[in-house]
């Protein structure tokens, strides 16, 4: 239960694991996620860390990829209706999901399922069929369905097949245990009343909190820009454990971290007690940042933020050719990527935030000559421009 929100029912759940070791019948856990973006951040890492711990236990996961749930939209925390993806987006998506989930799973005991495979043989028949099993007066009693209703917003009937399309997964299945974030605990339910709708024992239900972004705020998300994907690089994904509060840093040590209880909970009393709270967050940033590259780049990226937060420039950054000098800096800095207009590049001229050659450039009129500058915006934005006439 460590880090989770909630287990239900609790007994149910006792009575199958008691029944999988007198048979020695592994369980069968679910998660689905839909591809709706083609990175998977840390966020989802939360609950994918608890599907690996079930199975390193020796229980069967599926990480079930919603190729055909994309299609209706998942409303889940939504005041208003989610544009469907189209097929050719979602299959895009879906080809990075498993190679970025195998991180974490282990790719040899994993099954991996489209929910295609039985949605789409469903067929016009079959959907009248299922939505007849559930009613209208229990899905509006959904908080993100209701608030809508009640505030005049409109909601699209097919909104309401996205519930039983994800229940019906489970139907499919035969899932003992589906896993989600606190905001998919309807969904979730709706595989129970299903599968006994079905016949089937009913699955129960582990929900595990939404992590919040790096803004402190909302729940990470690509959409909110608040996330840390998996697949960057390993200095950026330091530096952005870095940037977080120290208040939130605690969360993040509860749900993403693999040390103990006991271990943290020294940590925080080290830190309420004097410590530098940025300790705690270094011994943090290395630790994800080795989880999906290395001890040794976890190293290299911690000696990488030290030296540019005392000004130095990276062993490599982007090489850019640019001709046209002599050059105006707001001009250089669009053409290099650094700034993505002009009124960006005078404002971070005026925020003192814009170096050549280390120097802070406080003049929005500057113009550079044919040569060679190293260009910083910020702490982390470099690149060495070679200007030419």
């Not at 190729?67 to 189209?86: A, E, K, M, V």
């Not at 979730?188 to 699955?203: A, D, I, T, V």
């Not at 009124?343 to 003192?352: C, K, Y």
């Amino acid at each position: 239960m460590r880090g989770a929100e909630e287990l239900l029912p609790r007994d149910e759940w006792v009575k199958k694991l008691a029944r999988s070791e007198a048979t020695g019948v592994p369980l069968r856990i679910k998660l689905g996620l839909d591809p709706t973006a083609p990175d998977i951040h840390i966020g989802h890492t939360v609950v994918l860390n608890k599907m690996r711990q079930l199975q390193d236990l020796g229980h069967q996961v599926i990480f079930l990829i919603g190729d055909f749930t994309s299609l209706i939209g998942d409303p889940s925390g939504r005041n208003n209706t989610r544009p469907p993806l189209t097929p050719e987006q979602i299959r895009a998506n879906a080809e990075t999901y498993y190679k970025q989930a195998s991180m974490v799973l282990d790719p040899a005991k994993t099954e991996i399922r489209y929910n295609s495979e039985w949605s789409e043989p469903l067929g016009a028949t079959g959907m009248i069929q299922l939505a007849a099993k559930y009613t209208v007066a229990r899905m509006m009693e959904r908080d993100d369905f209701h608030k809508r209703f009640s505030t005049g917003q409109s909601i699209s009937v097919h909104e309401f097949l996205y519930p039983l399309m994800q229940g019906y997964d489970s139907v499919a299945l035969k899932s003992d245990l589906e896993l989600g974030g606190t905001d998919q605990k309807f969904n979730l339910l709706m595989g129970r009343h299903l599968q006994q709708e079905y016949g089937q024992e009913p699955q129960c239900v582990l929900t595990m909190p939404l992590l919040v972004g790096l803004d402190g705020v909302d729940k990470m998300s690509k959409s909110k820009n608040n996330y840390i994907g998996i697949a960057e690089d390993a200095n950026t994904m330091f530096a952005k454990v870095l940037s977080i509060s120290d208040m939130l840093m605690w969360d993040w040590y509860t749900l993403l971290s693999f040390k103990t209880l006991a271990e943290i909970a020294a940590l925080k009393a080290e830190v309420e007690g004097g410590r530098n709270p940025k300790d705690a967050k270094v011994m943090l940033a290395k630790e994800i940042t080795a989880r999906f590259h290395s001890a040794a780049a976890a190293d290299a990226a911690e000696a990488d933020f030290i030296n540019r937060s005392k000004g130095g420039v990276p062993d490599e950054i982007p090489e850019v050719a640019l001709a046209g000098a002599p050059l105006g800096i707001g001009a250089l800095l669009r053409q290099a990527n650094l700034a993505p207009s002009g009124s960006e590049a005078s404002r971070l001229i005026d925020g003192g935030g814009v170096r050549v050659d280390g120097g802070v450039v406080s003049d929005k009129g500057l113009k550079l000559e044919a040569g060679t500058y190293v260009l910083q915006v910020g702490k982390r934005k470099f690149a060495r421009v070679t200007l030419n006439a």
